[in-house]
């Protein structure tokens, strides 16, 4: 297993060494979409109220813990039917309250993608280190997910791979930029946008430490989606960085 791990983050680093190749090609040739985004209703009150739905209900592993008090061999797949359903409520309450729209994912730009993924690694990364040198403890060790996923077994590693690179980067995108986002911006303007759920953003991960570096990729995220007109760019350049941060997980696992 420690082979595995080790073999997994060499690729890993070899991809992100080829990936940062690409992003100096597609930085010097990419252009600004000018698909502008749909027009959001300017209701952030009731933006900011389905998200604490959402939070409250099923963010919180709810199921899994009380799951686990009584039949604690069935933890793990309480776990993953609980993100499941997390999910699902998500889609259909932001459908629900109007916050789909299919001009949300016109306009993609590779360039802008890459652009977003190079910024939010060196911004978070950044803040990490922050963080660390002024309270001397590090937010990535910290990380709640680290522990859960030493204490997962081999055979649900590729449902939580899956989780933590393409479910949860989609559905989070969708909430926090492609709603909360679009929603404060139409009433209080797109800096109080950005500002704010990237607050939520860093809040609703419901983890103290990480919260700084999640502000701070939040409104990395925020910028790109509301500077291309496009989830589709936020949601890859989310999706490369929770790989990034998946492999490094793999190097600290015992």
Same mark, same amino acid.
């Given at each position: #297993?420690?082979?595995?791990?080790?073999?997994?983050?060499?690729?890993? &680093?070899?991809?992100?060494?080829?990936?940062?190749?690409?992003? $100096?090609?597609?930085?010097?040739?990419?252009?600004?979409?000018?698909?502008?985004?749909?027009?959001?209703?300017?209701?952030?009150?009731? @933006?900011? &109220? $389905?998200?604490? /739905?959402?939070?409250?209900?099923?963010?919180?592993?709810?199921?899994?813990?009380?799951?686990?008090?009584?039949?604690?061999?069935?933890?793990?797949?309480?776990? /993953?039917?609980?993100?499941?359903?997390? #999910?699902?409520?998500?889609?259909?309450? $932001?459908?629900?309250?109007?916050?789909?729209?299919?001009?949300?994912?016109?306009?993609?730009?590779?360039?802008?993608?890459?652009?977003? #993924?190079?910024?939010?690694?060196?911004?978070?990364?950044?803040?990490?280190? /922050? !963080?660390?040198?002024?309270?001397?403890?590090? *937010?990535?060790?910290?990380? *709640?997910?680290? @522990?859960?996923? @030493?204490?997962?077994?081999?055979?649900?590693?590729?449902?939580?791979?899956?989780?933590? $690179? !393409?479910?949860? *980067?989609?559905?989070?995108?969708?909430?926090?930029?492609?709603?909360?986002?679009?929603?404060?911006?139409?009433?209080?303007?797109?800096?109080?946008?950005?500002?704010?759920?990237?607050?939520?953003?860093?809040?609703?991960?419901?983890?103290?430490?990480?919260?700084?570096?999640?502000?701070?990729?939040?409104? !990395?995220?925020?910028?790109? &989606?509301?500077?291309?007109?496009?989830?589709?760019?936020?949601?890859? @350049?989310?999706?490369?960085?929770?790989?990034?941060?998946?492999?490094?997980?793999?190097?600290?696992? *015992?």
């Amino acid at each position: #297993y420690a082979a595995l791990q080790r073999l997994s983050f060499s690729l890993l &680093a070899v991809s992100c060494l080829i990936l940062g190749a690409l992003i $100096v090609v597609a930085w010097t040739t990419g252009d600004e979409s000018t698909t502008p985004p749909p027009s959001p209703d300017g209701q952030p009150l009731k @933006a900011m &109220a $389905v998200l604490f /739905l959402w939070d409250l209900s099923s963010r919180h592993l709810l199921l899994p813990g009380m799951v686990s008090l009584f039949r604690p061999e069935r933890f793990w797949t309480a776990v /993953l039917v609980g993100q499941a359903f997390s #999910y699902a409520l998500l889609w259909a309450v $932001v459908a629900t309250a109007g916050g789909l729209h299919r001009a949300q994912f016109r306009g993609f730009r590779w360039a802008w993608a890459a652009r977003g #993924y190079l910024l939010c690694t060196v911004t978070i990364l950044a803040t990490d280190a /922050l !963080v660390t040198l002024l309270t001397g403890s590090s *937010p990535f060790l910290k990380n *709640p997910t680290l @522990a859960v996923l @030493a204490g997962a077994p081999s055979e649900v590693w590729p449902f939580l791979v899956l989780l933590l $690179v !393409v479910l949860g *980067p989609c559905f989070e995108e969708l909430l926090f930029r492609g709603y909360l986002l679009g929603e404060i911006s139409a009433k209080w303007g797109t800096k109080c946008g950005l500002l704010l759920s990237s607050l939520l953003f860093a809040l609703a991960h419901g983890a103290l430490w990480n919260a700084p570096s999640l502000f701070a990729g939040g409104l !990395v995220l925020g910028w790109v &989606a509301t500077r291309t007109g496009s989830l589709g760019v936020s949601i890859l @350049a989310h999706s490369l960085w929770n790989l990034t941060w998946l492999g490094m997980a793999l190097a600290t696992l *015992p």
